[in-house]
């Protein structure tokens, strides 16, 4: 099929990854450069974890999205990712008693800290108000700025037609049909919407499910003392709606360069535009540090490094909403701040779908992180 991509993140990269791969005449669209830094699928990492409290389905698809990365790394010829493992910070809560549970019946390994254990082994972090921890040996670190980049090259050098700073201006989902900011028009068997933020305006029907969402990072530069203790410590996922965090610890990059300590607020804000409101202003990166400085040691030590702001697309129940539109278009949408760990795992799926191997309704229900066949 003569298949055409809007958007160029790890969504439409993929995609044309996975498509190409089935032999399909590929061609992506992408409004910004690539990575484009507006877009969601930039700065130095994305994490991929198993816990993922009471949600079942999408820890499981883990698995799968672990599978689907070891097939880009071989055909990358490189492996963009460093393991770093997992703690989950235990307040009691009800999210990590699900995540407990969870991992248990999906039979993920994990190991239980109570709180003097958790103390003694993580020194840079208080115990104050903690039951204790999860520790898991999964869960690690993909480099995403420059996983986009590689797959942008590596479909290039293969013959995939890749436009930067070409906006589509609309698409017809029933005839396959795209009309190019330039007027220019595009004819396809299929069209593949992966718009991230910004989907909405291309398909207004999302706009009453998918939010634009700005959110808020901090690089942080620890004190030497600590440094290196940082480069082995597992990331944090720290799920409380009132303070929760998650803090991804520095690792070398493949090309052996730094990547940074970064921490995040995974609370949605549910406001901003895509196009706008893109400084992180001094007050929004005080208030992250302060959130985060009630739980790692000597907070007053850690140097801010850089604040920056990246857009979510957020669902009401932060699902997926990967499905067909009108006879000739699909729309991948809705990844609710936690998408980029499963971008080519989607993506074969989505392949598969296309050669007739599995329906949509099931690619939906699966990508929505619905169970279908408990074990
Ligand atoms: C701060 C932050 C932290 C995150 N952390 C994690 C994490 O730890 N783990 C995880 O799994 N996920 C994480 N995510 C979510 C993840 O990054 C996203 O779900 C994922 O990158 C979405 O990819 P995408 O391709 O759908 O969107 P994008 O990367 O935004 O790509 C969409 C592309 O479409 C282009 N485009 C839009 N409209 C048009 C048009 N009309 N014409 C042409 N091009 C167009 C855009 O320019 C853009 O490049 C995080 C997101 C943020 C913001």
Redesign the pocket.
Same mark, same amino acid.
Request: proline share 5%; net charge positive; hydrophobic share 40%.
């Given at each position: 099929m003569k298949i055409a991509i809007?958007? @160029?993140?790890?969504?439409?990269l993929s995609t044309a990854w996975a498509l190409h791969r089935d032999g399909h005449e590929v061609s992506v669209?992408?409004?910004?450069p690539i990575?484009?830094p507006?877009?969601?699928?930039?700065?130095e990492?994305?994490?991929?974890r198993h816990p993922y409290g009471a949600e079942r389905g999408y820890t499981r698809m883990i698995g799968d999205a672990y599978r689907a990365w070891d097939l880009l790394w071989a055909d990358l010829g490189a492996r963009h990712y460093a393991a770093t493992g997992t703690l989950v910070l235990d307040r009691g809560d009800r999210w990590t008693a699900a995540t407990a549970e969870v991992l248990e019946a999906e039979r993920v390994p994990f190991g239980r800290l109570d709180r003097r254990g958790f103390a003694a082994a993580f020194p840079l972090l208080t115990s104050d108000g903690l039951a204790g921890a999860l520790l898991l040996e999964s869960g690690g670190t993909l480099f @995403?700025g420059d996983i986009v980049t590689s797959l942008a090259a590596y479909l290039r050098g293969r013959g995939v037609s890749i436009a930067e700073q070409?906006?589509?201006?609309e698409i017809d989902a029933s005839r396959g049909h795209l009309v190019l900011a330039n007027r220019a028009t595009i004819d396809a068997d299929m069209l593949i919407v992966?718009?991230?933020?910004?989907?909405p305006?291309?398909l207004p029907e999302l706009s009453a499910r998918v939010t634009p969402s700005r959110?808020v990072?901090v690089y942080l530069e620890p004190p030497a003392a600590c440094a290196a203790h940082w480069q082995t410590h597992p990331m944090i996922l720290d799920i409380d709606p009132g303070a929760g965090f998650?803090l991804v610890p520095p690792r070398p990059r493949t090309s052996g360069a730094a990547s940074g300590l970064k921490i995040?607020d995974h609370s949605f804000t549910l406001s901003g535009d895509p196009d706008r409101d893109r400084e992180a202003s001094g007050e929004e990166a005080r208030h992250l540090i302060r959130q985060v400085g009630a739980r790692l040691r000597d907070i007053g030590q850690y140097a801010l490094r850089e604040a920056k702001t990246?857009?979510?697309?957020v669902t009401a129940d932060e699902r997926f909403v990967v499905e067909p539109v009108g006879n000739r278009a699909w729309v991948?949408?809705g990844?609710?701040?936690?998408?980029?760990?499963?971008?080519t795992a989607i993506a074969l799926e989505l392949a598969r779908t296309l050669r007739g191997e599995r329906d949509s309704a099931a690619l939906a229900a699966w990508a929505a992180g619905v169970l279908k066949d408990p074990p």
């Open positions: 809007v958007g @160029a993140g790890i969504m439409g669209f992408e409004q910004g990575p484009n507006r877009g969601s699928s930039v700065d990492h994305r994490l991929i @995403a070409t906006p589509v201006r992966a718009a991230g933020p910004w989907a305006r291309l959110q990072v998650y995040g990246c857009f979510y697309d991948l949408s990844f609710s701040g936690h998408g980029f760990k499963f971008g």
